[in-house]
Nanobody, 114 residues
């Protein structure tokens, strides 16, 4: 069955960096688009970044452009989210999402605070 396992969240100071990972199984990872979403307390879940399967084309939310980078390693069935210059407003639970399967990972907490 489809599984998405996230890791890499934690507590970081403003201006710091984190890299999230999401390892997939149960489907042909290399051909499917993958996304990262986030949900802050009291707010709706929002798209952070997406990467297509074959071409690796990426899109980003305006709020993270120039700071976050989504990438994938199809040999490892893993999608990454490199987050730099983190701000307190980036604090949220981050979710990996496989849109073709409408399947969400369990989420990983990212807290940006001094």
């Amino acid at each position: 069955q489809v599984q998405l396992v996230e890791s890499g969240g934690g507590l970081v100071q403003p201006g710091g960096s984190l890299r999230l990972s999401c390892t997939a199984s149960g489907f042909t990872f290399s051909s499917d688009p993958m996304s990262w979403y986030r949900q802050a307390p009291g707010k709706e879940r929002e798209l952070v970044a997406e990467i297509t399967g074959v071409s690796g084309t990426t899109i980003y939310a305006d709020s993270v452009k120039g700071r976050f980078t989504i990438s994938r390693d199809n040999g490892k069935n893993t999608v990454y989210l490199q987050m730099n210059s983190l701000k307190p407003e980036d604090t949220a639970v981050y979710y990996c999402y496989a849109s073709r399967w409408n399947y969400w990972g369990q989420g990983t907490q990212v807290t940006v605070s001094s």
